[in-house]
């Protein structure tokens, strides 16, 4: 389907979110089991489980919406999990790893934050307010997850890396 409209760019980039989100799903437990500091493994289960519910919220402006979404893979997505997988598969378990994790989480926050962006103020020209409530609900978590893993990064595992 051809993107020649607003509703069409909408409705694109917001099957394009929801594969990411899907695919993040799958990815935050490998993550999780790879940190070896257990408040970063803790974050990781705890945006897991935030993750299931941007699921859910996805799935409800669907429905407000009337829309039906595409079907298609996220290809931004899933090269981010790549390089957070060769994270895991070049690196030894210890606080260099997490550090790298960290950074890895912090690039699919901005990719995330970018997306949710751009959908509130294309839902927003749409006339989509509903619409526009929950996803710039999902925005702000982004940028809190954002925000802890910044914090989490100066005061816990860089120091620790660097130690390492």
Do not use: W
């Not at 389907?1 to 607003?6: F, S, Y």
């Not at 694109?12 to 089991?33: C, M, P």
């Not at 919220?57 to 996220?74: A, H, S």
């Not at 927003?124 to 940028?143: F, P």
């Amino acid at each position: 389907m051809a993107r020649q409209t607003l509703e069409d760019l909408f409705i694109h980039d917001l099957s394009d979110i929801y594969s990411a989100e899907k695919q993040l799903t799958r990815a935050l437990g490998k993550l999780a089991r790879a940190a070896t500091n257990e408040q970063l493994s803790q974050a990781f289960e705890t945006h897991l489980q935030e993750t299931h519910g941007q699921v859910e919220r996805i799935d409800k402006v669907v429905e407000m919406c009337g829309i039906r979404l595409k079907r298609m893979k996220c290809a931004a997505m899933e090269g981010l999990i790549e390089e957070g997988q060769e994270l895991i598969e070049e690196l030894e378990k210890g606080p260099i790893l997490d550090a790298g994790l960290i950074g890895a989480a912090q690039k699919v926050e901005h990719y995330e934050i970018a997306a949710y962006g751009t959908l509130c103020a294309l839902g927003k020209q749409l006339g989509r307010e509903d619409a526009v409530k929950l996803l710039h609900q999902t925005l702000e978590e982004e940028k809190a997850t954002d925000q802890k893993l910044s914090q989490f990064a100066e005061k816990v595992g860089n120091p620790q890396a660097k130690k390492g």
